[in-house]
């Protein structure tokens, strides 16, 4: 079962209305939202991750609080994501999934052996999120793939037309970010990439 995640980021979207955004992605069959506001303290966290728990418990969508620990306890959300470099030979006691974010295949291997449920790994292919810096390209997966007993979710530049090779290197998911928020049509992006 290939998985489409979305992972949030409210400045790039045209009206900068997230729970539009993340009500239409639900509606259009996204299998769980990453809700990465990291600029926000825990107080605006909370509030944004509260009603957008309501629109994701309503369809039963995994609802992964990125980089805050506390909100998603809180909120008793299904899952906490974290960077690499955030996590210092431990990973957080959490009452549910976790990932964590790897660029390298020894990141990877160190945060499966850590008990990560997931990793995302990138950026695969150019990206303007990553502007200047070298994408890691299908190797990458496929070399991630022959280490790793866990999911591997790819993130970075993947679109309609390049979709189908990451699934083909072994990733057992995609996280999508600026072509959902960006997208004038939410519903038609997710069913195209689907």
Known sequence: MKMLHLVTNRKLIPDGNIFRVVEESVNAGIDSIILREKDLDYRSLYEIAKKIKIITDKRNVPLIINGNLDVAEDLNCHGFHIGFNCIQNKIPKFNGIIGVSI???????????????????????????????????????????????????????????????????????????????????????IKRLK
């Open 103 to 189: 660029h390298s295949v020894e990141e990877a291997i160190k945060a499966q052996n850590l008990g990560a449920d997931y990793i995302i790994a990138g950026h695969i292919f150019q990206t303007d999120c990553k502007k200047g810096l070298k994408p890691r390209g299908i190797e990458f997966i496929k070399e991630l793939k022959q280490n790793l007993q866990i999911p591997i979710i790819s993130i970075g530049g993947i679109n309609e037309n390049n979709i189908k090779s990451i699934y083909e290197s072994g990733s057992s998911g995609v996280a999508i970010m600026s072509s959902i928020m960006e997208s004038d049509n939410i519903s038609n992006t």
